[in-house]
């Protein structure tokens, strides 16, 4: 299996729970994935910060969901926070991002009934050895010894939106305490997405715990 070349895809397979064919972290993987394409064009220069809002620089070659992302960003009529572009939409992304991988033949998704009763989406991906070196290599990127400079820009991204994201597949909470200043280097390059996400995610815990859900 090749890896996708786009972030967005490559962060959605960090969440699959291969052994119970499934995503982790359901409620959380849309900020992670629209996370992701921000990222990626932050990278790429397509965007930048500007007082705490998403500018549109300039026009990139990229397709996915950070090309939506960038179409998003350049038509709307006024900059928004990093936050806005991370929560908008976030529940459509998982979907699209998922097509795209069936489309590229890295996943297979079936449908299944649990007790046989609520519908669930069996999740496999074809490539297994590919796929296990990959989240190695993000788990090490995240708790390895190794210094976070060898660690290519793109990984770091990966890395640092698992962990705010809380993806239980590249770290466990305790990890991601012990790892915490190794998981801000790591994330440094792409700080607002980071901020975004974990602004997202700490939103939906707190409206859950006032409801009582």
């Known amino acids: ?8 895809e490559r962060v959605y397979l960090l969440a699959v729970d291969r052994g119970r064919r499934r995503l982790v972290a359901r409620d959380r993987l849309g900020y992670a994935l629209r996370g992701a394409a921000l990222a990626q064009l932050l990278l790429a220069g397509a965007v930048r910060d ?6 549109a620089v300039r026009r990139v070659p990229v397709a996915g969901l950070a090309g939506t992302v960038l179409d998003e960003i350049a038509g709307d009529a006024r900059p928004r926070r990093w936050r806005h572009w991370v929560h908008a939409r976030a529940r ?3 979907t699209d991002v998922r097509d795209r991988l069936v489309a590229a033949r890295i996943i297979t998704v079936t449908k299944d009934r649990a007790l046989g009763l609520f519908p669930v ?4 991906v074809r490539d297994v050895l590919a796929f296990e070196r990959y989240g190695t290599a993000i788990r090490d990127a995240v708790g390895g010894p190794g210094r976070t400079s060898r660690v290519d820009a793109t990984d770091a991204a990966a890395a ?5 994201a809380e993806l239980g597949t590249v770290a466990r909470r305790a990890d991601r305490r012990r790892a915490k200043a190794r998981i801000e280097v790591l994330g440094a390059g792409i700080a607002p997405v980071v901020t975004a996400i974990r602004q997202c995610v700490r939103s939906d815990r707190a409206a859950r715990a006032s409801s009582g859900g």
């Open 121 to 124: 989406e069996r999740i496999d």
């Open 160 to 164: 640092a939106i698992a962990a705010a």
């Open 50 to 55: 500007e007082s705490g809002r998403v500018e």
């Open 92 to 94: 459509r992304a998982r």
């Open 1 to 8: 299996m090749a890896l996708p070349d786009d972030l967005p």
